[in-house]
């Protein structure tokens, strides 16, 4: 409860890591289907909720200036509150706040899960089964990330982004997310993909350890890295100044891009080699953390 015994929730909605990412073809619609093993760090951004006698949305943080804050804004988390107040027939009186921490078109699903985030919280808020027949559907027309964002835990995402099932265990990994500053658009990048579609991978049960995770990665890729490169040239200087650590067991583009990932064995080597990296580029976006330590519920 807050101020005034209104009560307030908050819910952290972290980064999406696609680990890899492969493209298995193409709807008649447009939509792309994919495979992809698909993690989550302990960096993210806020939504906080709270009881309030009419609607408002307000952003602060790093990115806030990006973003266009009111009530009418096209941001995903106002058209999950107002598209949930709707189908539940829960009035909207509330004032929803996202602490935006995560850079804008980045590839790591910081909108939807900006959105899942606001949909579970206003669940809890009002009283609503996470799991309710509507909850799905309603994710899925949202955007095709939001549904493996609100289920927030290691996942196999393939079809547009429909079809989830549990991820092999995974222990939990030391991460280093770098962004060059530079949007890239995923519509834009699926353009210009133009390689042959992928079969789906059959994957292990589980990983042994962050070693087995890499060796099995490494016969892996992601296909939007190429169309992503056309678009945004930055990406291989990212790719190359993360593979260059000296401790970096592998390094990867997540998502569309531009934002990309390195892994490591020890937090410490990963702190470390994100210093190095912000001494040789002050202008870029760089955090360390972990994946698979959830932080949400």
């Known amino acids: ?46 939504i906080t909720i709270e009881e309030a006698a009419e609607f408002s949305f307000h952003i602060k943080g790093a990115f806030a200036k990006e973003l266009i804050h009111n009530s009418h804004s096209n941001n995903l ?64 027309q949202l955007g095709a990330d939001i549904l493996v964002c609100q289920y927030c835990k290691p996942s196999i995402m393939r079809g547009i982004g429909d079809i989830i099932t549990p991820a092999p265990i995974m222990e939990e990994i030391p991460i280093l997310l770098v962004n060059p500053m530079i949007s890239c658009s995923t519509p834009d990048v699926f353009l210009h993909h133009s390689d042959a579609f992928k079969k789906e991978v059959t994957m292990p049960s589980q990983f042994e350890d962050i070693f087995d995770l890499v060796k099995y990665l490494n016969t892996l890729e992601n296909d939007l890295f190429k169309p992503a490169i056309k678009l945004v040239p930055e990406i291989s200087n990212v790719i190359n100044a993360i593979a260059s650590q000296e401790h970096c067991l592998i390094s990867r583009m997540s998502g569309s891009g531009a934002s990309c990932f ?36």
């Not at 980064?15 to 890899?20: E, G, P, S």
Request: with cysteine.
């Open 77 to 140: 988390v106002v058209k999950a509150a107002k598209a949930l107040s709707q189908i539940s027939n829960n009035p909207l009186n509330v004032r929803i706040t996202l602490d935006k921490n995560l850079p804008l078109s980045a590839g790591i699903g910081g909108g939807s899960s900006n959105a899942a985030a606001c949909i579970w919280g206003l669940q809890e808020l009002w009283g609503l089964a996470h799991d309710a027949d509507y909850t799905r559907p309603l994710m899925i």
């Open 1 to 46: 409860m807050g101020k005034d015994n209104k009560k307030i929730i908050t819910v952290f909605a972290p980064a999406k890591i696609n680990l890899f990412l492969h493209i298995t073809g193409k709807l008649s619609n447009g939509y792309h289907t994919l495979d992809s093993l698909v993690s989550f760090a302990d960096i993210g951004d806020l």
């Open 262 to 297: 390195g892994l490591f064995k020890d937090i410490d080597n990963a702190k470390q080699s994100a210093k190095a990296i912000k001494a040789e580029n002050p202008d870029w976006w760089i955090k360390t953390g972990w994946l698979n330590r959830p932080e949400r519920y």
